[in-house]
């Protein structure tokens, strides 16, 4: 079982990110996924939910407008799209796929905004 994301980097303030996160080993499309993030001295957040079928998203206030989540369960991957970028968005960001009884994480990705 695995979820490995990839995409994160720096960028200017105002820009634009695409983070993915490939699933390995288990049914991806069974699983509701999410992204969050810990930026340094700072608590984790929950930025984004998307159900199994795609159908249902929820974002939290801090991105909500800026920031898209996306799921291709053909391809075992899941999107979030992060647009306006600014530099409290700065933060390693994990993918998280959930299920009764079962969550599994990704390691993270670095994503740095900043001038």
């Known amino acids: 079982v695995q979820l490995v994301e990839s995409g994160g980097g720096l960028v200017q303030p105002g820009g634009s990110l695409r983070l993915s996160c490939a699933a390995s080993?288990?049914?991806?499309?069974?699983?509701?996924m999410t992204w969050h993030r810990r930026a340094p001295g700072k608590a984790r957040e929950l930025v984004a939910t998307i159900s199994g079928t795609g159908r249902t998203t929820d974002y939290a206030d801090s991105v909500k407008g800026r920031f898209t989540i996306s799921r291709d369960n053909a391809k075992n991957t899941g999107y979030l799209q992060m647009n306006s970028l600014k530099p409290d968005d700065t933060a390693v960001y994990y993918c998280?796929?959930?299920?009764?009884?079962?969550?599994?994480w990704g390691q993270g990705t670095q994503v740095t905004v900043s001038s």
């Open positions: 080993g288990f049914t991806f499309s069974s699983y509701e």
């Open positions: 998280r796929a959930e299920r009764a009884y079962a969550t599994y």
